[in-house]
């Protein structure tokens, strides 16, 4: 329900600011037809709709960006820990053959060193 709670607010935004701008034009077009002389303003109204739409659409764009720089950042240390991992298997290999005098010291720095 709340997955990807930044495009659902963008969403979401989005389609109220529709809705309220076509509801202002039809009560406009209602209030003028029925000679109401303020029935006018309300033509201006979606423009003041757009226009406050902007932080809370702003709002999800920036939980959005969030948990993309989380995501990423939690990629970034799953790989690094993988390799640091496998570099001390690595480690282990090179020390076991070493110990049991199957590779000599100058290959098993030159490997180390790789």
Not at 2 to 24: C, E, P, Q
Not at 32 to 54: C, K, Q, R
Not at 65 to 88: A, F, L, M, P
Request: with cysteine; net charge positive.
């Amino acid at each position: 329900m709340y997955d990807n709670i930044g495009k659902k607010i963008k969403t979401l935004t989005k389609v109220v600011t529709i809705i309220f701008s076509v509801a202002s034009i039809i009560v406009a077009i209602a209030l003028t037809t029925s000679n109401v002389s303020w029935g006018a303003v309300f033509f201006f109204m979606p423009i003041l709709f757009w226009i406050s739409s902007f932080v809370l659409y702003g709002f999800g764009e920036l939980i959005d960006k969030v948990c993309d720089i989380e995501r990423n950042s939690r990629n970034g240390v799953i790989k690094s820990t993988i390799q640091v991992k496998h570099e001390d298997e690595k480690i282990k290999k090179l020390e076991k053959l070493r110990a049991e005098d199957l590779i000599s010291e100058e290959e098993y720095r030159k490997k180390i060193s790789e």
